[in-house]
């Protein structure tokens, strides 16, 4: 081991002349000891495929962001500027939005055009549904599918009653009631009843329940027309 004199570790600067302070210096271009980084960002930025990425790392506050930012620049430099890509929905698969290549600095004037379309179309949809025509247009729609929803009851409370039945029909659903002498059947009174007759009332709620449903579903499909018509 031998003793190290300064003039081994000299360090010898090439400092710019006629400087009076630091604000006369430039940024430093080139980035000292990102030898390695330099390789491997060139490497990355190569690789003209699908599915490759580059990952920069390093502790908080080492220029990373700056360094790359400044060799993309420089990379760019004299290159065609690249299209713009936007995300739209997609009806038949909202999980996977469509994507739209378009002229490069047309992204931003797309979403504008767009947002301003949307608010042009609320209000004028907004002043659709408010207009008196429309208004009647409801109303009339409304009226005659209650006097059909009023029909269709009537007619199953009477079919129900054929079979000795009563129907009601509340927030909660629809209830089937047995009907003895014209009045509801009481679980007194069917338990004195035979066999025979109990059979039979069991029976035809059976077949007033089956009524019921055919009633829900016409009342399923009525609503969904009244929709369409509102709608057109």
């Known amino acids: ?63 990373r962001r700056t360094f790359v930012s400044r060799y993309l620049k420089k990379k760019v430099e ?17 999980r996977s939005p469509n994507s739209i290549s378009l002229e490069a600095g047309t992204g931003k004037i797309f979403q504008k055009e767009m947002n301003e379309f949307v608010e042009i179309a609320i209000n004028t949809i907004g002043e659709s549904f408010q207009s008196e025509d429309f208004q009647q247009k409801v109303t009339s729609i409304q009226n005659e599918q209650s006097e059909k929803r009023s029909n269709m009851l009537k007619e199953l409370v009477e079919k129900a009653k054929e079979k000795d039945y009563t129907v009601q029909i509340n927030q909660t659903g629809v209830a089937t009631i047995p009907l003895w002498n014209g009045k509801p059947l009481t679980q ?45």
């Open 1 to 63: 081991m031998r003793k190290v004199s300064w003039k081994d570790i000299d360090l010898k600067i090439a400092l710019p002349r006629n400087v009076k302070s630091t604000e006369c210096i430039g940024e430093l271009e080139e980035f000292i000891g990102q030898e390695r980084a330099i390789k491997a960002l060139e490497t990355g930025l190569h690789i003209n495929a699908k599915g490759y990425n580059v990952f920069v790392s390093g502790t908080t506050n080492t220029g």
């Open 78 to 94: 004299g290159t065609k500027t690249p299209g713009d890509w936007i995300y739209v929905y997609n009806f038949d698969d909202p």
């Open 188 to 232: 007194e009174v069917y338990e004195a009843l035979p066999e025979d007759y109990q059979k039979q009332i069991t029976k035809k709620g059976e077949e007033v329940r089956e009524l019921v449903n055919s009633y829900l579903l016409k009342l399923s499909k009525m609503e969904k027309t009244t929709v369409k018509s509102i709608r057109n």
